[in-house]
């Protein structure tokens, strides 16, 4: 039954992303503004060998489900774009949530700290060195894009 539920949402969904082209970046101008700023991020870490598609799947899966039993309304939705869900995407809930770029860093800033936490970083023992970006790469994401959902969009390549 889930496998017929994800079958006719991506039928539906992926016409819609082929209709929001925009200069490369075919989720501009659909899911957030066109990014007026754009940066690289070297990250520290390389791509776990496991890490496929299913992976960072779950990981926004599990982001979602945390966001979501809060006993309030989440300030941010968190998804993942592309093919193989290689690119993630941020984005501002309503007026409670970040409203321009130093925001969105201060919500990144608080996703290093939380990743930093997770037994996996304890493990590597990169806790006090590796940041949610690098949490990012491991799991083979390429790009973040973090958008206030109206006027801003800032991209980040992740290498």
Known sequence: MTRVIWGIVIALVLPLQALADNGGDRHAGYYYPEPVTKETYVARSRTAA???????????????????????????AIFAKGAEAEKLIVMSMGDSGFRN??????????????????????????????????????????????????TFSHQIEIK
């Open 50 to 76: 496991d890490s496929v598609r299913q992976t960072r799947l779950g990981f926004v899966t599990a982001l979602t489900r945390v966001a979501y039993d809060r006993s309030y309304p989440p300030t941010y």
């Open 101 to 150: 770029l130093y925001q969105a860093r201060g919500l990144m800033a608080q996703m290093t700290a939380i990743a930093r936490t997770t037994p996996l970083f304890q493990k590597l023992a990169v806790e006090d060195f590796f940041t949610f970006f690098d949490l990012l790469k491991l799991l083979g994401f390429r790009q973040l894009t973090i958008s206030d959902g109206e």
